[in-house]
């Protein structure tokens, strides 16, 4: 297939690239490289098959090359990057789905949407079943991500209605690895960047709130088994496996070797509590379960961010 990949300059967007490629698809990456880097495709340029187009979709996609499936992974995603740019996420989130759909539309391709746990807020069922309609705050200041992937969704499947349009629709849950940049912002990178500058890491609240942690390679497998099944979704694909954020804190410390312990500050407005996927849907439908579990991940997450520290002196 030619695939669009949208966003594909960002963390999961390069390595969802990468995967595409090796299977042997054809990817147009398209990123307008306002949280995307282009270090994280530069390794593809001249490469058979790749071909990168700088581009904003909430501008007008009619000149976007044909392809046989659109995938929409197109937004700031780290609480740092969408509460700095709200009117911006928000814009990404409906014009720029709706102009990429539209380009689905008239190559008739597939259509996937990147969606995620946020859309279930700080939820009141736990784990989180795709089912569950979620308990989100509309007008807190993280609703220009949750509402803005919420609307994304609901584009989706109004086209998938209106047109017959062959969608997909991924729910991810925390996602790690390598081409984080290292002020990502989201709790894993925050962890390991302080651990191995021998800071103490930073815990909000008390640090009993959950989260459950997909390695990126295990994120990647589970887009393209959803891409390529008969699955509309919303499907999530995550870790089932919980963890505080103070046990996560010292599987950190342990594997950097810091003896700095950590810090606690405030509870930011509209943090989940708790935070962990039901797979079930997952499993039955696309055979898909996560095979790299935490400390695993994180050994192969670590050196990654090292060099990038050293790097920058």
Partial sequence: MRVLVAGGAGFLGSHLCDALLERGDEVVCVDSFVTGRADNVAHLAGRTGFSLVEHDITQSCA??????????????????????????????????????????????????????????????????TEDYWGHVNPIGERSVYDEAKRFSEALTAAYRRTHRLDTRIVRIFNTYGPQMQVDDGRVVSNFIVQGLRGEPLTIYGDGSQ?????????????FLALLDS??????????????????????????????????????????????????????????????????????LTIPYFAGQLALAG
């Fill in 63 to 128: 000149d976007l090359p044909v392809a046989d499936a659109v995938m929409n992974l197109a937004s700031p995603a780290s609480p740092k990057d969408y509460l700095a740019m709200p009117l911006e996420t928000l814009a990404v989130g409906s014009t720029g789905t709706r102009n990429l759909l539209e380009v689905a539309v008239r190559d008739s391709a597939r259509f996937f949407m990147a969606s995620t746990s946020e859309v279930y807020g700080d939820p009141l069922v736990h784990p989180q």
């Fill in 210 to 222: 959950t989260r459950s942690f997909c390695y990126v390679s295990d994120e990647i497998r589970g």
């Fill in 230 to 299: 008969n699955e509309p979704g919303p499907v999530n694909i995550g870790n089932p496996v919980e963890f505080t954020m103070l046990e996560l804190a010292d599987l950190v410390l342990e594997l950097t070797g810091s003896s700095a312990g950590v810090e606690y500050r405030p509870l930011p407005s509209d943090d989940p509590r708790q935070r962990q996927p039901d797979i079930t849907v997952a499993r039955e439908r696309l055979a898909w379960e996560p095979a790299v579990d935490l400390r695993e991940g994180l050994e």
